[in-house]
């Protein structure tokens, strides 16, 4: 199921939040600006749902909306993926490529929890660049419910790490 905060609809992602928490803008010298809105709540949250061990890819553009005013060259990428729970431990399907493909534009995130756990949490680091060097680093939250109770999933730290590759200009 696809749903946005406004109840569109269709498909197996849901997506929580789309509210810009932060804008930053910066000033050309033309009188114009570059404005990166970064659809934020909390970090942006997006929810898999259900916790059926199926590849979920997400882009970038899930993540962060850039709103390009004068200059059309921002470029946005992430640069980590971390997950509060092991890559495979008891009750969680027994897979292993929880985080994978990770790239700068996008990474496949499998929709799984443990079992016995409250919730697993994916952070998805990203950094956009203007193309007068500004830049602001985020973190995306990606979450996959134990249920459907309306418990808010706690991040338990980080169990693993996956690095992007470089994807600086």
């Given amino acids: 199921m696809m749903k946005r905060a406004h109840g569109l609809s269709a498909l197996s992602l849901l997506l929580v939040t789309t509210t810009a928490l932060f804008t930053g803008c910066q000033s050309g010298g033309d009188g114009g600006a570059t404005c990166i809105s970064l659809n934020d709540f909390e970090a942006a949250t997006i929810e898999l749902w259900p916790p059926n061990h199926k590849t979920h890819t997400l882009s970038i553009d ?6 390009e005013l004068c200059e059309p060259d921002v470029r946005a990428f992430f640069t980590y993926a971390t ?12 897979t292993e490529d929880d985080i994978a493909n990770l790239t700068c534009d996008s990474v496949d995130l499998l929709s799984e929890r ?12 990203f950094r956009a660049i203007d193309d007068m060097g500004g830049t602001i680093d985020g973190v995306c939250r ?28």
């Fill in 62 to 67: 899930d993540c962060i909306d850039v709103n």
């Fill in 83 to 94: 997950s509060d729970e092991p890559r495979n431990d008891t009750g969680d399907g027994n």
């Fill in 114 to 125: 443990k079992g016995n756990g409250d919730a697993r949490v994916y952070n998805l680091g």
């Fill in 142 to 169: 990606v979450i996959v419910p134990h249920d459907q109770g309306g418990k808010v999933p706690v991040d338990s730290g980080e169990a693993y790490r996956e690095e992007a590759p470089d994807c600086e200009p």
